[in-house]
């Protein structure tokens, strides 16, 4: 899968203790913490349990589905359901899909058609060709960028709901889940500790994160982000995803023009606006999804889809020269843990800018 850079760390000790389920008090039990590599990110699982067995069952049991569903959505598994029908594109066949796999493809085409195009599971050959370009520092020819648009394309995905069955219809086509997969594992893994009666869980994978019931004594988990300019700044979550996509750690730079790792695949050109987006939804699986695609399309645009969504607020950093510009959704500072709502003045199109 794709990876993505991110401008989010935990905080040490007490904000990372997390309650247990609702039905069992506080004082009874322990936090308990895993840790193991999944999907290429280490994901990790934070929970607050009445007993290490129980505690690392639940865990053993979140992590076996992550993998089973890297099985599902992984790109370099060349025995992964993706693989297998990214391989045979274009040979008029379709192939049965796991539940799991119309689901994810269900959402993305959806998200897909209501940005235009900004987010497209079909981005796999483009990203292929950008990351031979960063190895040899080399931007890649129009040709070559014209010639892999003809294999991508979220239009080029036939879904048959009825059937429960998926045709991508060009030749060479590589589908690629890195912008939705590992917000979606992450609720599912805090999906099946609730189930075990732990609902003061949070999972995450790398900067995707599921959060459940908040720690002990706190209205919210308290996650620290980049402010941007050497700064700080931090939020409090619960019951909620939160991903943070960005070109802070992968990136090609040639003649002092720098591209970024992610890609437009409405154009097949790599952003050169320096940027991160943050976003908050209701679920890791809605947040991977929109930072992905509220990168491509910029503050500017991506406005509009937040004003569909009241439950769906981003925090945008952008670069300019030396400074980082703070752009932010209108009902993003409501999340902020300290006063840095105060800092803040009205601006056009209902965001504000952090000062």
């Known amino acids: 899968m794709s990876s993505k850079s991110f401008f989010l760390s935990w905080i040490p000790g007490a904000c990372l203790i997390l309650l247990a389920s609702c039905s069992t008090p506080s004082k009874n039990l322990t936090?308990?913490?895993?840790?193991?590599p999944q999907m290429g990110v280490p994901f990790r699982i934070v929970l607050y349990a009445s007993s290490s067995k129980l505690a690392a069952e639940t865990a053993e049991s979140a992590f076996q589905i992550i993998s089973d569903l890297n099985m599902i959505f992984s790109d370099y598994e060349a025995s992964s359901e993706t693989s297998k029908l990214s391989a045979q594109s274009g040979s008029g066949k379709s192939m049965t899909a796991?539940?799991?796999?119309?689901?994810?493809?269900?959402?993305?085409?959806?998200?897909?058609?209501k940005s235009g195009g900004a987010f497209d599971l079909t981005v796999g050959p483009l990203v292929g060709v950008w990351k031979k370009a960063r190895r040899e520092k080399k931007l890649p020819s129009k040709s070559t960028i014209e010639e892999t648009l003809t294999r991508v394309g979220w239009d080029k995905i036939?879904?048959?709901?009825?059937?429960?069955?998926?045709?991508?219809v060009a030749?060479?086509?590589?589908?690629?889940?890195g912008g939705i997969a590992k917000g979606y594992a992450a609720d599912e893994a805090l999906k099946s500790i609730r189930r075990a009666g732990m609902s003061r869980a949070l999972v995450a994978a790398a900067g995707d994160?599921?959060?459940?019931?908040?720690?002990?004594?706190?209205?919210?988990?308290?996650?620290?982000?980049?402010?941007g300019n050497g700064g700080k700044t931090f939020l409090s979550l619960r019951n909620c995803g939160l991903s943070t996509s960005g070109d802070l750690f992968q990136f090609l730079e040639i003649d002092g023009k720098r591209y970024s790792h992610i890609i437009d695949p409405r154009n097949g050109q790599a952003l050169e606006q320096s940027s991160t987006a943050t976003v908050i939804a209701p679920t890791a699986t809605e947040a991977d999804s929109l930072a992905t695609t509220f990168s491509v399309l910029g503050p500017d645009h991506s406005s509009i889809l937040t004003s569909?969504?009241?439950a769906i607020e981003v925090r945008f950093l952008i670069k300019q020269g030396e400074k980082t510009a703070v752009k932010v959704s209108s009902g993003f500072m409501k999340?902020?843990?300290?006063?840095?709502?105060?800092?803040?003045?009205?601006?056009?199109?209902?965001?504000k800018i952090l000062e």
């Open 171 to 177: 030749t060479g086509m590589k589908l690629d889940f």
């Open 98 to 113: 796991s539940p799991e796999m119309l689901l994810l493809l269900e959402k993305s085409l959806a998200l897909s058609k």
């Open 158 to 168: 036939q879904l048959d709901r009825k059937q429960g069955a998926v045709r991508l």
């Open 335 to 351: 999340y902020y843990h300290t006063h840095e709502q105060s800092l803040a003045r009205s601006a056009p199109g209902g965001w």
């Open 31 to 36: 936090r308990y913490e895993f840790e193991r």
């Open 209 to 227: 994160i599921a959060l459940g019931e908040p720690p002990p004594g706190a209205k919210g988990w308290k996650i620290e982000l980049d402010a």
């Open 308 to 310: 569909k969504h009241r």
